[in-house]
Structure formats: structure tokens, C-alpha cells
């Protein structure tokens, strides 16, 4: 499978930089006790302590053990979000081609190090110094310009309704067409669940009577139905405040959104502000129509209305 470019990312930055081995443990032990490196000796008196990795961003490495003076060079990928392998074959001394193959292959731990087997023992490695990874900032989607044939993409513009909302039927969230949520309701009402009935009524008159716009000018309208009970001077405070126009006998809402294509695909500007591990995300979310012609917006599915 496929790495994403956040975890191809995510690795880079966990394995580049130079580790020593921290602890080793005796799998066949009473206790599983871990043994610090410079502890565990050979029938020679050598430790592990003498034993480095160094990953490098170009997917280089060296690889060195100081006891036996034993160096080599070679190559590293990730081969999934918790699993890297990199070639070796003589650091640790002779070996046939099945311990080496375990050898070869290294696992991400809970606490930021990475272990691997030899033999009876499973050995855990501490990163001790940062390697250097080159940050590579790709443009917001906001601050691309569409080219020629993303200004072509139109077939998005147009008046949506909703085709599925974001609901409780039977207590499962999900989106649920406007016929599911009606279904629900009876059910509701059969029980003699009535105040649980009367909400999701309200949700049907409220949700399911919007209808979203995409104009040719790369404006994001939306259009809010009025609850037929809506006293008359309620909706005129509305209009005359400019918070909404009246449309169509809908109330349409006057701060739209932008929407645009650029790299072959349709965006819109969420306007929402969110950060992961302190790097701000694009408030720009895209707008994929399926096989079907349905587009999922928020908490929501387009179709044509």
C-alpha cells in the first residue's frame, strides 16, 4: 500500500538523525528485564554501547560498530507508518541470510525509539542526535492561481440541494437522505417518542430546505429556507439588517464563501483556522463530485437541484 505524503513526512522526520542502542532484552529471561547497553558483554568484554546508525534525509545511512572497528554504508525506505528496513551485512559480523533479514528490518516504539531482533535478544535503539531534514513548504491552495484549463471548470456552478444530512437514525450518526430521516420520524412517533420525533422534524425543515449555489464568479451562496412559522416582522429585521437578502422566498446569507479549481480539482475557502502540532492547516477543503454527481460539502451531500 501507498504511503501518504503526511506519513512518508512523519517517518522522515522520526528516523533521520543518528541512534545508539539504549537497552537490550532477553526474550527467553524469567523477568523480560531490560538490560542497559553498556551492561550487556560479550565473552570479549564489548559492549553495544560502541554501535550507531546514522539515517540521512537522501535515504543514505552508515552504519558502524566501534568495538570491531566494523563500518559500512547503504540505503533506507519506509516501508509503512511504524516500519523501516535499510541494508546491512557487517556490522554484526558474519551472519546468515535470515538473521541479517532481521536485522534489516527496525519498528517504531511507543516511546520514540525503535527496536529490532538478534537473535534471542530484541535490541531497542534511542535516537541521541537530530538529523538534518529539509523543509519543504508547498503552496496553500489559497495562493495558487487557476491556469487556463482549471478556469474551463465549470460544471460544479449552479444550484445544489441537499441529498443527505448529518443525522441521528436508529442511534447511528451518519447521512441519511431526506426519506430515511421521514422514516425515522414515524418510527419516533409510533413509539410515542414525540419531543425526539419533533427535533428531527425540525431538522428536516430546517437542514434538507437549504439549497447551496456556485456562481460563476467563484461565490459560495447560501440559501436558508424560513421556517414557516416565522412571524413576518422577524424576517423583515432580517432583511433590513443586511445579514440576508430575501431570495427566491429563501433568506440568502450575505457572507458567501470563494470557491475556485486549480491542479484539476474544486475548492472551496472553509475559512476555518486549524493547526496539527502547531503547523497551520489550508482552510481550503476540496469539492470532489462522485460517480453519481453527489459533492459532500460540511456535514453534508450535494445534488443538483
Known amino acids: 500500500m501507498e504511503l501518504s505524503e503526511d506519513k512518508l513526512k512523519a517517518g522522515l522526520k522520526f528516523f533521520v538523525g543518528t541512534w545508539q542502542v539504549d537497552y537490550l532484552v532477553n526474550v527467553f529471561s524469567s523477568n523480560l528485564a531490560h538490560i542497559p547497553a553498556a551492561e550487556f ?10 554501535i550507531s546508525y546514522e539515517f540521512f534525509e537522501d535515504h543514505t545511512c552508515k552504519l558502524k560498530n566501534g568495538a570491531t572497528g566494523v563500518e559500512e554504508s547503504g540505503t533506507w525506505k519506509q516501508v509503512s507508518s511504524d516500519k523501516f528496513e535499510f541494508t546491512l551485512e557487517k556490522v554484526f559480523g558474519e551472519m546468515n541470510e535470515e538473521a541479517l533479514k532481521a ?3 527496525v519498528e517504531k516504539d ?8 538478534l537473535g534471542p535478544l530484541v535490541v531497542r535503539m534511542k535516537k541521541t ?3 538534518v531534514v529539509t523543509e519543504v513548504k508547498k503552496p496553500d491552495i489559497g495562493e495558487l492561481e487557476p491556469s487556463d484549463e482549471d478556469l474551463k471548470m ?3 456552478v449552479g444550484r445544489w440541494k441537499i441529498y443527505k444530512a448529518f443525522t441521528c437514525v436508529k442511534d447511528n450518526f451518519d447521512m441519511f437522505t431526506r426519506a430515511e430521516v421521514e422514516a425515522e420520524i414515524e418510527r419516533l412517533k409510533a413509539a410515542g417518542e414525540n419531543d425526539d420525533a419533533n427535533s428531527l422534524q425540525e431538522m428536516v425543515c430546517t437542514a434538507f430546505g437549504v439549497v447551496i449555489e456556485f456562481t460563476e464568479d467563484h461565490k459560495l451562496i447560501t440559501y ?3 421556517p414557516p412559522d416565522t412571524p413576518q ?3 423583515d429585521e432580517a432583511v433590513s439588517s443586511g445579514e440576508f437578502k430575501l431570495v427566491d422566498g429563501m433568506l440568502q446569507d450575505s457572507d458567501f464563501k470563494m470557491w475556485k479549481a486549480v491542479l484539476g480539482d474544486y475548492w472551496y475557502d472553509s475559512e476555518e483556522v486549524v493547526e496539527i502540532c502547531g503547523e497551520k492547516q489550508s482552510s481550503w477543503k476540496k469539492l470532489t463530485p462522485d460517480a453519481d454527481g453527489h459533492i459532500t460539502y460540511r456535514m453534508m451531500m ?4
Do not use: H
Open 129 to 131: 542526535a537530530e538529523g
Open 154 to 156: 465549470n460544471a460544479i
Open 110 to 117: 511507543m516511546e520514540g525509539g525503535f527496536v529490532f531482533s
Open 103 to 105: 536485522l534489516r528490518t
Open 302 to 305: 450535494l445534488e443538483r437541484a
Open 224 to 226: 436558508n429556507p424560513i
Open 41 to 50: 558483554k560479550d565473552k570479549d568484554g564489548k559492549d553495544f554501547t560502541q
Open 233 to 235: 416582522k422577524e424576517i
